[in-house]
């Protein structure tokens, strides 16, 4: 059974940091690529950040880039988001997804969210 289960949500004042995490199960993690999504209410789900399956490679938003950084460990089957110099347009749901692509079929699954509010 496929499982990504976020956590490290929390409320957090403007300019502070956070981590959240993302554990997986289920399938071999080492061959997905991984994102963080997140939506805000009254708005679309957008792209955060992603990861390649060996981590070497990583891309971010425009909004995030220089504050936010994603990582990975492939022994533990985990992936993180950590968050610096948050601002309360940052307050949203984030969610951890997964995706593999081959010839034939797009793999992709998602987590359940976790809620980081900004705000003093």
């Known amino acids: 059974q496929v499982q990504l289960v976020e956590s490290g949500g929390d409320l957090v004042q403007p300019g502070g940091s956070l981590r959240i995490t993302c554990a997986a199960s289920g399938f071999t993690f080492s061959t997905y690529a991984m994102n963080w999504y997140r939506q805000a209410p009254g708005k679309e789900r957008e792209l955060v950040a992603g990861?390649?399956?060996?981590?070497?490679?990583?891309n971010y938003a425009d909004f995030v880039k220089g504050r936010f950084t994603i990582g990975r460990d492939n022994d533990k089957n985990t992936v993180y988001l950590q968050m610096n110099s948050l601002k309360p347009e940052d307050t949203a749901v984030y969610y951890c997804?997964?995706?593999?692509?081959?010839?034939?079929?797009?793999?992709?699954?998602w987590g359940q969210g976790t809620q980081v509010t900004v705000s003093s």
């Open positions: 997804n997964a995706v593999w692509r081959t010839t034939l079929k797009k793999y992709d699954y």
């Open positions: 990861i390649s399956s060996t981590g070497r490679v990583t």
